[in-house]
């Protein structure tokens, strides 16, 4: 499997996301942890360096000395939070927060330093899905199913909860072997409303375009239910199976109207050994409408073994 290294235990963008994932500019240097919270957190933990960033928040590996053990401590950017305020970091702790699942990572502690939110999860040596997809490309049918299995299970219970998740992507998947965790609840929504806006900046739809359901591309208020996060989970399965995403373009917009308008690309073109039902449950996963998908992850795994072959 090769070495592996430490997770970027990352979510809202945090961390370098290559270029299936997000059409952003590179990242910006590691920075060292603002001296206010260090002196905030120092009776709790010990932060070593960071881990990665984003757009939101900036994440660090730190020694939990109360616990005797490493985590991650995501903090939301001082400027950010300045600027816009809290409101959206503060639900993903929320959210995250009453997610109690194998295969979601946890949230350990919160808190507020120097007026500015942090929240800590467990530190894991592994890899991103998108990481293990970079480095290897497809994966065998046995590792497709046994980490679809894992996220298909954590997003039912999400979405048994309220909860959708609105950016599930190989790079908000997180492995140690065959392990999944999802991880990044920093875009989800409360399926049946929480009080929140829409998180978008005028006609600008947060999520990834390669990922994204057309309902949720089309924003405006759309209502999502969790059959938007099994389109995103399909795009994934699909990516695992073909090792590259099922639609993509030189642009946001272009990628958005293919997920609208094109048909999904036959994987038995790219990868012989799938048998042509496979394409039946690809079509399903990521039907265009919503009544047309899967009506649940756990179903579309299901769907999806019945069609693969016993080896490969």
């Known amino acids: 499997m090769g070495e592996s290294r430490p997770f970027l235990i990352l979510a809202a963008g945090v961390g370098p996301e290559p270029?299936?994932?997000?059409?952003?500019?590179?990242?910006?240097?590691?920075?060292?942890?603002?001296?206010a919270l260090l002196d905030a957190l120092r009776h709790r933990f010990r932060i070593e360096r960071e881990l990665g960033h984003g757009g939101m928040a900036t994440v660090y590996l730190a020694q939990d000395l109360e616990h005797n053990r490493r985590v991650a401590i995501k903090v939301l950017r001082p400027a950010l939070a300045a600027a816009v305020g809290p409101d959206r970091f503060l639900r993903e702790i929320r959210i995250t927060a009453r997610l109690h699942h194998p295969s979601i990572l946890a949230l350990l502690d919160s808190g507020v330093a120097d007026d500015v939110p942090w929240y800590a999860m467990p530190f894991v040596e592994g890899e991103s899905l998108r990481e293990r997809l970079a480095r290897v490309g497809q994966l065998l049918f046995s590792e497709v199913l046994d980490l679809g299995r894992q996220v298909a299970a954590a997003?039912?219970?999400?979405?048994?909860?309220?909860?959708?998740?609105?950016?599930i992507k190989p790079g908000n998947i997180l492995l140690s072997g065959r392990q999944a965790w999802v991880t990044d609840f920093g875009i989800a929504r409360l399926a049946m409303g929480d009080g929140?806006?829409?998180?978008?900046?005028?006609?600008?739809?947060v999520g990834t375009p390669y990922y994204m359901s057309p309902?949720?591309?089309r924003g405006g208020g759309t209502q999502l239910d969790g059959r938007s996060d099994?389109?995103?989970?399909?795009?994934?399965?699909?990516?695992?199976?073909?090792?590259?995403?099922?639609?993509t373009g030189p642009t946001r917009e272009a990628i958005l109207s293919r997920h609208a308008l094109d048909p999904v690309p036959p994987l038995t073109t790219v990868r012989p050994a799938v048998q042509p039902a496979t394409n039946v449950v690809m079509r399903t996963a990521l039907a265009k409408?919503?009544?047309?998908r899967f009506a649940t992850a756990t179903e579309a795994l299901a769907a999806l073994e019945s069609s693969l072959p016993r080896h490969a």
Do not use: K, N, W
């Open 230 to 247: 099994v389109y995103s989970l399909g795009c994934v399965l699909y990516e695992m199976l073909a090792g590259a995403p099922p639609f």
């Open 215 to 217: 309902e949720q591309a």
């Open 289 to 292: 409408a919503p009544a047309g």
């Open 196 to 205: 929140d806006t829409p998180i978008t900046s005028g006609s600008l739809v």
């Open 19 to 35: 270029p299936a994932d997000s059409l952003s500019s590179l990242p910006e240097p590691p920075t060292a942890a603002p001296t």
């Open 155 to 167: 997003l039912d219970y999400a979405h048994a909860a309220g909860v959708v998740h609105r950016d």
